[in-house]
């Protein structure tokens, strides 16, 4: 297992990042829609922005609850083990992505499942 103040030094900065990205995100949603003097056709490519946009503020939104997630587990023994099949999650995935709640193979048969209904 990985050193607990690493992997809460790694969860904790990439946090910071993501609220970072998610305020700056919001800010360019507001200066779009506060900018008024657009032409049509400006307007319907910032409105496709703004969709873009807000969907990319979702997923950092999504991702910052997984490492809140994380960094709750952390100090149990819950931390590193998949919440789906209850097996230790391998320390080199929980390196490379310390918020895994999922270990490779529950969240490639996740994946699988999602691709097969789209």
Known sequence: MLPVDDIRKKLLTQRRNL??????????????????ESEVEERGQEESMVRLLDRLDGRAKAEIE??????????????????QCGK?????????????????????????????RK
Do not use: H
Request: proline share 5%.
């Open 19 to 36: 609220f970072r990205q998610v305020a700056q995100t919001e800010d360019e949603l507001l200066w779009l829609e506060t900018d008024v």
């Open 66 to 83: 997984e490492i809140d997630r994380a960094l709750f587990k952390l100090g149990t023994e819950q931390y590193g083990r998949c919440e």
């Open 88 to 116: 230790a999650i391998p320390p080199s995935r929980l390196e490379a992505v310390p918020a895994a709640a999922l270990c490779m193979v529950c969240a490639q048969a996740g994946e699988n499942q999602a691709a097969l």
